[in-house]
């Protein structure tokens, strides 16, 4: 496969985000990325089985997400009791605690964000694998996008791992199965976000429209 | 020498800052995602600089007020997030302490002196290099969302160690100030115009040259 279909009219160009520099779209091989003449930053990607790993991947971060709110991500015995760590209860901690803004932080940069990007993405890119574009899809993908540069999966692991370093001083505790889980949805999020080009998928759902 | 290349601006062509189609900047929105279009991003520096002075502004407090509070069988203590790392260094935890340095101190302070040296360079006050400045760019935007980490840990212990008489800990206005640093310095690389680099390095190539060989134009 050289590429996917284009759109018609202007859309068969293309601008550096970076530079500004206007080219005519040239079609690339699977696997291979075109970069821009004048700076060398990435203009668009073909990635083999785009959709099928996007839908794929994303459907597998949802999976993981739902085990990920379900299980605790740390277990921890001290003076006699069991306490254990979920995303909501972080959040609420912080809310019940007088620290309102920060709960809300959490909830939308390791809940809404990682949300809205794996079921944005399954649900846009699930119904393109058969040409057609589900209701909304533009509205979804732009949101999508919008809210990618939030998601903070990655940074609440690492997170994770510095507060039972600082925990395991006064205290027994355990990674659960929320972590293993959690660490999980970061890696699909990766795949599913790097498994179709963002100029692809807006071309794709443009030609599925028409 | 003219250009070798063309800048879509220079057609009255606007590539779209969401989807990235490409169309005449007089249609006014994107016809394909509905965002609006620009040639450049509206009062992009006046942004990115109003973004970080309300940063730098938090970040002073930020690192002066105590993230948590801890009380521990009665006894209170208050710590700031330099404090905490200091802790963890005294403790032999040196991974832990170059973390939260890096994540906390580091990245913020790195970020805004990037974005200052990115807006000179836009307004012309410095040598815009785009090549060199692109790649202090991407990392500044790449590394923003690592400083969130001890907003984390602070939620992560406020929650888990909640022992009743044994151990109590609350967070402290230290976190929220610096949870606004964070998002503050994050919404200014994202205001940041990178193209402002290049049509000013075009500018600079195109007046010494063309003089001798093209006075009238």
């Known amino acids: 496969m050289l590429a996917w279909p284009k759109p018609p009219g202007t859309a068969r160009r293309s601008a550096c985000h970076f530079c500004d520099t206007l080219h005519e779209f040239e079609p690339v091989d699977e696997g291979m990325a075109a970069r821009c003449a004048r700076c060398g930053a990435p203009l668009y990607q073909n990635r083999p089985a785009s959709l099928a790993r996007a839908s794929a991947f994303s459907l597998a971060a949802l999976v993981l997400m739902a085990l990920a709110h379900v299980f605790p991500f740390l277990t921890m015995d001290a003076a006699g009791m069991r306490r254990e760590l979920t995303l909501f209860g972080a959040a609420s901690a912080l809310m019940d605690e007088g620290a309102p803004l920060l709960g809300a932080s959490v909830v939308l940069f390791t809940m809404l964000t990682p949300l809205m990007l794996a079921a944005g993405m399954f649900y846009v890119c699930t119904p393109l694998m058969f040409g057609r574009a589900a209701p909304g899809a533009r509205t979804t993908t732009r949101w999508m996008y919008l809210s990618e540069p939030w998601n903070m999966v990655e940074v609440f692991l690492l997170g994770v791992i510095v507060s039972l370093l600082k925990l395991a001083k006064v205290a027994d505790v355990q990674f659960g199965i929320g972590f293993w889980a959690f660490a999980g949805v970061m890696l699909c999020m990766a795949g599913a976000v790097a498994g179709i080009d963002r100029e692809e998928l807006w071309d794709r759902l443009e030609v599925a429209e028409s | ?217």
């Open chain 2, 1 to 217: 020498m003219s250009a070798p290349f063309t800048k879509a601006a220079d057609r009255g062509l606007a590539g779209c800052h969401t989807c990235g189609r490409v169309s005449p900047v007089t249609l006014g929105r994107c016809p394909r995602c509905h965002s609006k279009l620009h040639l450049r991003k509206p009062a992009s520096i006046e942004g990115t600089i109003a973004l970080m002075a309300a940063a730098i502004a938090l970040y002073i407090p930020s690192h002066l007020l105590p993230v948590m509070t801890a009380t521990e069988i009665g006894a209170v203590t208050q710590s700031t997030i330099v404090e905490g790392m200091i802790t963890f260094w005294q403790t032999g935890a040196y991974p832990i302490a170059l973390v939260i340095f890096v994540a906390s101190i580091l990245i913020p302070l790195l970020k805004i002196i990037a974005l200052s040296w990115l807006c000179a360079a836009a307004t012309g006050h410095v040598h815009p290099s785009p090549t060199a400045l692109g790649r202090i760019y991407l990392l500044t935007e790449l590394l923003g969302r690592w400083s969130m980490i001890d907003i984390f840990v602070v939620g992560i212990l406020v929650s888990v160690l909640q022992l009743g008489n044994y151990m109590t800990i609350k967070p402290g206005p230290g976190a929220l100030a610096f949870a606004g640093v964070v998002v503050l310095t994050m919404l200014a690389a994202m205001r940041f115009e990178p193209r402002l680099l290049w049509d000013r390095l075009d500018e600079m190539n195109a007046t010494p040259p063309t003089q001798p060989t093209d006075p009238e134009s």
